[in-house]
């Protein structure tokens, strides 16, 4: 065992018993480095990470590689989901020396932090143009007992164009209806209209862009905007990506037809992706929209909540081949053949399972097996027939040999979650949804939150890490128990809500607005890590944005509205140039330009009527629209305040750009006022 057995993340466990002798991420591997004249190798992936687990088996487990690594270097494993400001740090220099990033990835530094040689997976002998990594060890051992100013030389020319790659985009003022444009145009020239989603493969599920498709449609009418969103997520949900039988979305898809995907499960997608069918349904009433937003709720409830009731990070893309031979491949839980469907279903509904489902003689996938899909020219199929061959065949997976599960809790993936279980369960009368959003943010407060309201990034068993949160987590946590607020009419989350927006004004904030990953205090790196692109999940800078946009909306600070609309100033530089990577950002913007509205529902808890105007202000489409409900005399939200009942009857009161219609206490006079203005 080496010194990663006593550590959390189940990434790092993965590799305790690898005869690396590896350090974690921690002061005295630096020292040991300086100590014995070495450089450091940081090794940084995660847990469901496929081609991390292949360089792992072919080097950090091979003596041979062990022996030369302990030798001559000290080397230091991080998890990125435990670390994302290291991972953050590392991977900018990775692409600006390289023009392409991933995990694994594979970074040489000094003693003193600064990288001099970078790479991503490494093959155990030369392959397709790489060299192997023995040779790289090599060579970098090489280079740092014979070129050794060379190697000091490199390395400070790279943390110097670093340190100058500071953003600053407070005074740029807020993106308006031509930014708005101008991004909608640049993803309809991006866009895939035979496939749906941008770009061509890999292709990633696009959930921050939709939410920005669906916004806008919602706000102006553009129906080329809800035509994108509404057909990309048909092909998603169609296609491999989408698990036809459990639900639930894997990664992406290698291909640009959403056929075959790269099976990991991650928290983050599963979340924003419920939350888009969700809203999806209600701006179209979509069936298949909310058919996908409750089996994705479904399956995060199902295979990802854990004990302590957060949600796991992940679920692996590989597993053990069902037949006992202990091997393990990619995507073995999730395929299946011809043979496999007439074993489990008879020769009858098998030859029906393969039309409907798409599997082939040939296959889809790899060795003649296939990802379940729903053709479109699967035509008209009885729902009683399809609903008996999934159980059938669903049953029958659960007995292979399951997908590893990544336990650890990520504070700002859970709060994705917390906010998609609340909506979800707040649209369809699911109150269950609703609980295990609310045990979801319960754990955020007890294990996650000290008593200053700062964050810890990760927790597992119950036990929190030993990471501080950055910025994503404040952002996302205080996303979630605003969405939680409004569903469950519990003013208390809007509170916590306050408390770590105000730590984000406090130690994320520049002076000119612009937003840092790290807090002020925290552990200093060769960069202070700034980014405000979305890409897998919200940047931590357009979640704090949307965060602090809805928090004021709910209270009435203008304190927080300001800095919301100076962190927007990033927006409306990005937004027109980079859309695809600016979505959130986008959605946010659309919110503040509709206002957004506040809408405050008063009536007697468990009223029938309080209930249908509380439901219907949750499912007004106006983008960003805030919801308190509760009591006249509550106290439990700002927006209640000096609300009375009309006439004793349960009442709806609607504000935008402080402004207030007259309250209404009737459903479809609700819905109006929450309809598109313009």
């Not at 056929?259 to 969700?278: I, Q, S």
């Not at 754990?443 to 810890?456: E, F, K, N, Q, S």
């Not at 305040?641 to 402004?659: E, S």
């Amino acid at each position: 065992m080496n010194r990663l057995a006593g550590t959390t993340s189940p990434y790092l466990l993965q590799h305790a018993d690898n005869p690396v002798d590896w350090w974690p991420w921690e002061a005295d591997a630096f020292e040991e480095a300086r100590r014995r004249n070495v450089p450091v190798f940081l090794s940084v992936g995660y847990s469901a990470c496929h081609w991390c687990h292949v360089m792992a088996h072919e080097s950090f487990e091979d003596d041979g590689t062990a022996a030369y690594l302990n030798e001559h270097f000290v080397s230091v494993k991080v998890d990125r989901e435990e670390r994302p400001d290291v991972d953050a740090v590392y991977m900018e220099a990775v692409q600006a020396a390289t023009g392409q990033g991933g995990w694994p990835m594979s970074v040489f530094m000094t003693p003193d932090g600064k990288p001099f040689y970078f790479g991503t997976y490494f093959p155990p002998e030369p392959r397709h143009g790489m060299p192997s990594f023995p040779q790289v060890l090599e060579g970098v051992h090489h280079a740092w007992t014979s070129r050794r100013d060379e190697v000091d030389e490199v390395a400070g020319k790279i943390v110097r164009d670093l340190a100058g790659r500071t953003l600053a985009h407070g005074g740029q003022g807020v993106p308006g209806e031509a930014e708005l444009a101008q991004a909608l145009l640049a993803l309809t020239r991006e866009y895939d209209p035979a496939h749906g989603g941008f770009g061509g493969a890999p292709k990633f599920p696009p959930s921050m862009v939709l939410e920005f498709l669906l916004r806008h449609c919602a706000r102006t009418g553009a129906e080329g905007a809800l035509q994108m969103a509404a057909d990309t997520c048909e092909a998603m949900a169609r296609g491999g990506i989408y698990d036809q039988l459990g639900g639930g979305f894997a990664r992406y898809s290698v291909d640009r037809e959403w056929v075959t995907p790269h099976f990991e499960k991650m928290l983050y997608d599963n979340a924003l992706l419920c939350r888009v069918y969700a809203h999806l349904w209600r701006l179209t009433g979509s069936a298949l929209a909310r058919r996908v937003a409750l089996e994705t709720a479904d399956f995060m409830v199902r295979e990802l909540r854990t004990p302590e009731g957060g949600f796991a990070s992940a679920l692996d893309a590989d597993s053990a081949l069902p037949d006992g031979s202990g091997k393990h491949a990619e995507g073995a839980y999730y395929v299946w053949t011809p043979g496999g469907l007439r074993e489990v279903l008879g020769e009858e509904d098998a030859e029906f399972a393969m039309r409907y489902f798409g599997v082939t003689e040939e296959g889809t996938f790899e060795h003649g097996s296939s990802v379940l899909q729903l053709p479109q020219d699967a035509g008209a199929a009885d729902a009683g027939r399809v609903a008996s061959v999934r159980g059938r065949l669903l049953a029958a997976r659960d007995e292979r040999p399951r997908p590893g599960r990544d336990d650890k809790i990520v504070a700002a993936w859970n709060g994705l979650a917390v906010a998609a279980l609340a909506e979800v369960g707040g649209y369809f009368d699911r109150p269950d949804l609703v609980e295990r959003a609310t045990e979801a943010a319960d754990l955020l407060v007890r294990i996650h939150m000290d008593d200053g309201a700062r964050l810890t990034r990760t927790s597992k068993d119950g036990r929190a890490g030993a990471n501080a949160g950055v910025l994503e987590d404040y952002a996302d946590v205080a996303e979630g128990f605003l969405a939680l607020a409004s569903v469950s009419g519990e003013g208390a989350w809007l509170e916590f809500a306050g408390f770590l927006l105000d730590i984000v004004l406090e130690r994320f904030t520049g002076s000119e607005g612009q937003l840092y990953d790290t807090a002020h205090d925290a552990e200093r790196l060769i960069r202070r890590p700034q980014d405000p692109t979305d890409n897998a999940a919200p940047a931590g800078w357009t979640a704090a944005a949307g965060a602090l946009l809805s928090y004021a909306a709910h209270t009435g600070s203008q304190a927080h509205r300001t800095e919301a609309e100076r962190a927007l100033g990033v927006v409306k530089a990005l937004g027109p140039r980079a859309p695809r990577f600016t979505g959130w950002g986008l959605a946010v913007a659309e919110a503040l330009l509709d206002g957004p509205r506040e809408v405050a529902v008063v009536g007697t808890p468990g009223d029938a009527g309080m209930r249908k105007l509380h439901r219907a202000a949750l499912l007004g489409t106006a983008p960003g629209a805030v919801v308190a409900a509760g009591g006249p005399d509550s106290g439990e939200f700002p927006l209640l305040a000096d609300r009375p009942l009309v006439d004793g009857k349960p009442a709806a009161y609607v504000c935008r750009h402080f402004v207030c219609a007259a309250p209404v206490t009737e459903v479809d006079a609700l819905r109006e006022e929450l309809a598109p203005r313009g």
